[in-house]
């Protein structure tokens, strides 16, 4: 069964950092495409990075510089590392596993919300 | 704004059929597949249909996806109270280089 457990998330002032991490079970997160997706208090879902099983990555334009994705093979998790980080970027970021070959999540995480506020 | 265009509310009585619009261009459902999510507030989202029309196992099959052209539907029948959620329609955009969400669509079951 896959399960996605992200962890990391909090309150943090403008211009800082966090690191976000997911772990995974039931499959193997370097053979995967994996995705984060964020989304604002009441608002709509928002691509933020995927991470292909060759180790490509791709960003939205507006973390792009900011944000890196990247997987850890040892511990089989998948995290986000945030600088800079803006008001706007405040939102639940969800860990998600796609579809096989997709650009979209088939599976996702409960959610760990970042709060960037002074 | 979002690329993918969706209705903000649609809504249904039980047992009804209702359908979810969702708009776009050539660069993205036009020349891609669409996926649809479901997601309850509180909650993450669900898969509830992946490449136009499949459904995931353990999707009941009264949950239906169908794309013409540069506009996809998602549409589900025999509707009950547990269907109330927020349906997020999303697609590769060729322009953009990037996976696109439509607005989201609120559904009421009256």
């Known amino acids: 069964e896959v399960q996605l457990v992200e962890t990391g998330g909090g309150l943090i002032q403008p211009g800082g950092s966090r690191r976000l991490s997911c772990a995974a079970s039931?499959?193997?997160?370097?053979?995967?495409?994996m995705t984060w997706v964020r989304q604002a208090p009441g608002r709509g879902l928002e691509w933020v990075a995927t991470i292909f099983a060759d180790g490509t990555t791709i960003y939205t334009v507006s973390v792009k510089g900011r944000f890196i994705i990247s997987r850890d093979s040892s511990r089989n998790t998948l995290d986000l590392q945030m600088n800079s980080l803006r008001v706007e970027d405040t939102a639940f970021y969800y860990c998600?596993?796609?579809?096989?070959?997709?650009?979209?999540?088939?599976?996702w995480g409960q959610g760990s919300l970042v709060t960037v506020s002074s | 704004q979002s690329v993918l265009t969706q209705p903000p509310s649609v809504s249904g009585t039980p047992g009804q059929r209702v359908t979810i619009s969702c708009s776009g261009s050539?660069?993205?459902?036009?020349?891609?597949?669409v996926n649809w999510y479901q997601q309850v507030p509180g909650t993450a989202p669900k898969l509830v249909i992946y490449?136009?029309?499949q459904r995931p196992s353990g999707v009941p099959d009264r949950f239906s996806g169908s794309k013409s052209g540069t506009s996809a539907s998602l549409a589900i029948s025999g509707l009950q109270s547990e269907d109330e959620a927020d349906y997020y329609c999303?697609?590769?955009?060729?322009?953009?280089?990037?996976?696109?969400f439509g607005g989201g669509t609120k559904l009421t079951v009256l």
């Open positions: 998600a596993k796609n579809l096989w070959g997709n650009y979209f999540p088939e599976y």
């Open positions: 999303g697609a590769w955009d060729d322009s953009l280089k990037d996976p696109v």
């Open positions: 050539s660069s993205n459902i036009g020349g891609n597949t």
């Open positions: 490449n136009n029309n």
């Open positions: 039931g499959f193997i997160v370097s053979s995967a495409f």
